[in-house]
């Protein structure tokens, strides 16, 4: 059975920074793309990131294009999310899943909260 | 980017009635490979979003029959043949055939 146990988040004032970790089990990491999705109440469920099977691509939203890094440790069976800048929108869930078109894998959240 | 449009945002159902919810994409969304990754995902409060229909039509394990996905090129629908209470939540059509958007979400409240 597929299981991701996002964690890392938490309270942090604007401008601050976070570390998000994705643990992975129950497939073979090294053959999927992974993901970083997040919902917010500003603009609901919205694509963040992603990171092929190798780690060597990386893409990103123009939303956090230039303060997020999207990283793997295939050794690790885990996925990061490095957050930087961050701003008051970026409030949410964050949630990590396999980059696959039918979207099936995801986990269980974790809460970010940027305030002052 | 792919932009999903819902309708309704909000529907009321009494029990045991059907229901009906659309989802209109900007584009077509068949894949290179010949299928269309439109999919739809039910969410609870407090829970993380849990996918019912995947590729339009198909069923994932465990979820009733009542529940039937349609559509193809940039109009799908979602479809609850008769209402329970645990159908009560917020559904959510996305799309995987590019990079992944969602629709904003309908809010399906049990009369």
New interface residues.
């Given amino acids: 059975e597929v299981q991701l146990l996002e964690s890392g988040g938490g309270l942090v004032q604007p401008g601050g920074s976070l570390r998000l970790s994705c643990a992975a089990s129950g497939f073979t990491f090294t053959t999927y793309a992974m993901?970083w999705?997040r919902q917010t109440p500003g603009k609901?469920?919205?694509?963040v990131s992603?990171i092929n099977n190798g780690g060597g691509s990386t893409?990103y939203a123009d939303s956090v294009k230039g303060r997020f890094t999207i990283s793997r440790d295939n050794a690790k069976n885990t996925l990061y999310l490095q957050m930087n800048s961050l701003r008051v929108e970026d409030t949410g869930?964050y949630?990590c899943a396999q980059?696959?078109?039918?979207?099936?894998c995801?986990?269980?959240?974790t809460l970010v909260t940027v305030s002052s | 980017d792919v932009v999903m449009t819902q309708s309704p945002l909000s529907l009321p159902v009494t029990l045991g009635q059907p229901a009906s919810i659309s989802c209109r994409s900007s584009e077509g969304l068949v894949?290179t490979d010949g299928?269309t990754?439109l999919?739809w995902f039910h969410q609870r409060p407090g829970?993380?979003?849990r996918?019912l229909i995947?590729?339009v039509s198909n069923r994932?394990s465990g979820v009733p029959d009542r529940f039937s996905g349609s559509g193809s090129g940039t109009d799908f629908t979602l479809k609850i043949s008769r209402v329970e209470a645990e159908d009560a939540g917020v559904y959510?059509c996305?799309q995987?055939?590019r990079?992944?958007?969602?629709g904003?979400?309908t809010r399906v409240e049990i009369k």
């Fill in positions: 993901t999705v609901g469920l919205e694509y992603s893409y869930v949630y980059y696959i078109a039918a979207a099936c995801w986990g269980q959240g | 894949h299928k990754y999919n829970q993380s979003p996918r995947y590729m994932d959510y996305m995987g055939t990079t992944w958007t969602f904003q979400g």
